[in-house]
C-alpha cells in the first residue's frame, strides 16, 4: 500500500515538487525555531511556491532532455551510404 502512494507521487512531477517544498518548509521551521526567530507565515507560503515551481521546472527540464536524446538518435540511417 505504501508502495501505491510512493510510485503515484514519484511518478507525478507535480506532487514531488509539492511534497519537496512541504519537507522544505518543514526544515526551515524548525530551524528558525530553534534560532528563536520569528518569521511570518507569509514568508513560509512564499517559499513554498518558489520551492515548488522551481523543482517542478527542474523536474520538467531533465524529462524533456532525456526525450531529446531518444529523438537525436531515431533518425540515424544505418544502412548504404545515398551517393
Known amino acids: 500500500m505504501f508502495s501505491d502512494y510512493l510510485n503515484t507521487i514519484t511518478q507525478n512531477k507535480i506532487l514531488l515538487s509539492g511534497l519537496v517544498g512541504l519537507l522544505t518548509i518543514i526544515i526551515y521551521y524548525i530551524d528558525n525555531r530553534k534560532k528563536k526567530n520569528e518569521v511570518e507565515f507569509m514568508q513560509y507560503i512564499k517559499l513554498f511556491i518558489i520551492v515548488t515551481i522551481l523543482n517542478y521546472v527542474s523536474f520538467h527540464l531533465i524529462n524533456s532532455k532525456e526525450i531529446q536524446k531518444e529523438a537525436n538518435y ?8 545515398d551517393f
Open 74 to 81: 531515431s533518425s540515424i540511417n544505418i544502412g548504404e551510404p
